[in-house]
């Protein structure tokens, strides 16, 4: 396996007590990146290693984490999960106090899962399904999203409340587990609101063609009176649903999630209006002064700013970390994770961010609606939903 790695600062010495390995501040820092350098992937995990990476040089330039230049190791799991676990196990062996995994439960899993074994911390860069944590990785796995449940929760709210729809129809890409979430986080958001889910239909996202799927909705919104679309799916899939969609002559309004965020897509689907999907943080012209600091950053360091709200979350993460590292004054995991279990609504460039024992995904965080038109992303209004997701949806028990 070959592993890139670029050298920021001192390398890590060993501190043993009692036969236990321990971090000190003598040790210094190292953080691992097991993620997606190639493969379908990359469109996820690459802009998001990159603002990690903008991180480490801003928090060395402030005179690094524990008294020490943070140190980087990485390796490309190209899209792959066995390559995954080899990528993790290798930095693992490097000495990563932190590893960065990719932005899927799917695919960062086997990388966070060798992390956990080592009783390291990980964190998922973007992963949504709430299993990128404690219940399907370990006590020592994070991950620096949104559960996707979330997303489709304030799609559906903000349908009812602002846009008066109240039948919808789910288009569940079943690729990965983070399309099911957003399409459970919907189903309960809209039934909450005492909507109804009028149908739904499953495709898998490579399919050339959804026509019979679109057959059964186009009878579902002649004879149910189905009035908007809830599509949960990932790019290259969801862009050619889309655009099945509109050529069948469906106008209706479509609901996505932030696995369609930005507009890189849109060149599939000329014309394209009547769109919505939540977003975290927003490339241009962000109402958050900090957010375009951070963007701007990102472009002077690499040519041109992030293209979707997937590569701010793990800034904002490292953030909540390097804090807990700080007051901990050690790397070691069980104890910074129990610093970091003790936040609620901390503040971040993003907004709020709590973890708790039994939760490391944000479950409850506003999120700003957009909207598409005339080849062009525009943020709407920030949303943030009034109950608390139940259990049950967010491990998408049985009946939900």
């Known amino acids: 396996m070959k592993i890139k790695a670029s050298i920021l600062g001192l ?3 060993v501190l043993v007590l009692g036969g236990a390995q321990r971090a000190s501040a003598a040790d210094g820092v190292t953080i691992g990146m097991a993620v997606a350098f190639s493969g379908w992937m990359e469109a996820y995990d690459g802009e998001a290693a990159k603002m990690a990476q903008l991180w480490i040089e801003q928090t060395n330039a402030k005179g690094g984490l524990l008294g020490q230049p943070i140190k980087v190791i990485s390796g490309d799991t190209k899209t792959d999960r066995v390559e995954g676990a080899k990528v993790g196990q290798d930095l693992v062996k490097q000495g990563a106090n932190l590893l960065l995994v990719s932005a899927d439960y799917d695919y960062g899993a086997p990388a966070a899962l060798q992390a956990q074994k080592a009783k390291i911390i990980s964190v998922f860069m973007g992963a949504s399904d709430p299993k990128a944590g404690v219940v399907g990785v370990g006590q020592y796995s994070f991950t620096a999203n949104n559960a996707g449940q979330l997303e489709g929760a304030i799609m559906a ?3 009812y409340q602002k846009k008066n729809l109240r039948k919808g129809y789910m288009l569940v890409d079943e690729t990965i587990e983070y399309n099911k979430s957003v399409c459970a986080g919907y189903n309960w958001s809209l039934k909450n609101d005492k909507g109804t889910v009028v149908g739904q239909d499953t495709f898998k996202g490579l399919d050339p063609t959804i026509s019979s799927q679109i057959t059964r909705l186009s009878e579902a919104i002649r004879n149910d009176g189905v009035d908007h679309i809830m599509l949960c799916s990932t790019n290259p899939g ?12 469906i106008t ?4 996505s999630a932030t696995a369609m965020d930005g507009t890189y897509w849109l060149n599939s689907v000329p014309g394209l209006k009547d769109f919505y999907l939540p977003s975290q943080a927003l490339a241009v012209n962000d109402p958050r002064p900090a957010v375009n600091e951070i963007s701007a950053a990102f472009e002077k360091k690499f040519g041109k ?15 909540l970390w390097a804090k807990a590292v700080t007051e901990a004054k050690t790397t070691d995991a069980a104890i910074v994770v129990a610093e970091m279990n003790k936040l609620k609504d901390a503040p971040t460039v993003l907004g709020p961010r709590t973890f708790t024992p039994k939760l490391h995904v944000q ?3 506003p999120m700003f609606v957009m909207s598409y038109a005339d080849g062009k992303e525009t943020p709407g209004e920030e949303w943030r939903i009034k109950d608390t997701i139940p259990d049950a949806v967010l491990y998408r028990l049985k009946g939900n």
């Not at 969801?238 to 002559?249: D, E, H, N, Y």
């Open 363 to 365: 479950i409850d965080m």
């Open 252 to 255: 209706l309004p479509i609901f």
């Open 238 to 249: 969801a862009a050619s649903s889309v655009r099945q969609l509109r050529a069948a002559g």
């Open 157 to 159: 709210d903000w349908g």
């Open 11 to 13: 390398a890590c010495s």
């Open 305 to 319: 700013p992030p293209t979707t709200q997937y590569a701010y979350p793990i800034y904002a993460f490292l953030d």
